[in-house]
Nanobody, 122 residues
Framework: VRVVESGGGLAQAGGSLNLSCSVF????????MGWYRQAPGEQRDMVAI????????DYSDSAKGRFTLSRIGAENTVSLQMDSLKPEDTAKYFC????????????????WGQGTQVTVSP
């Protein structure tokens, strides 16, 4: 299974960046996808995540109103449009996906990308 991320890079405060992530080769259904981020010395925190079965999207408080998560269901791809960026958004962003098997019993597996750096200058 491969989790392939693209996007990220440098932006000025107030600018925009777009991150994209695709999952390839999962033998099971992808039931959730989204993005986490981790700044140096900090824990990895959820930014935005979608439950693919219920078509719900959750955002962190810091992402609400500025970031938009979109999913292309059949292609196991999500994108994160980040607008009105702030220096505090600087972090390494990791794509997350949950792969779920339903037989013989329900079991889920966490999949992670390698991470892509987002740096926002003042």
């Amino acid at each position: 299974v491969r989790v392939v991320e693209s996007g990220g890079g440098l932006a000025q405060a107030g600018g925009s960046l777009n991150l994209s992530c695709s999952v390839f080769g999962s033998p099971f259904s992808i039931t959730a996808m989204g993005w986490y981020r981790q700044a140096p010395g900090e824990q990895r925190d959820m930014v935005a995540i979608t439950n693919t079965r219920e078509d719900e999207i959750d955002y962190s408080d810091s992402a609400k109103g500025r970031f938009t998560l979109s999913r292309i269901g059949a292609e196991n791809t999500v994108s994160l449009q980040m607008d009105s960026l702030k220096p505090e958004d600087t972090a390494k962003y990791f794509c997350y996906a949950k792969s779920t098997s339903y037989y013989p019993r329900k079991r889920s597996y966490d999949l992670w990308g390698q991470g892509t750096q987002v740096t926002v200058s003042p």
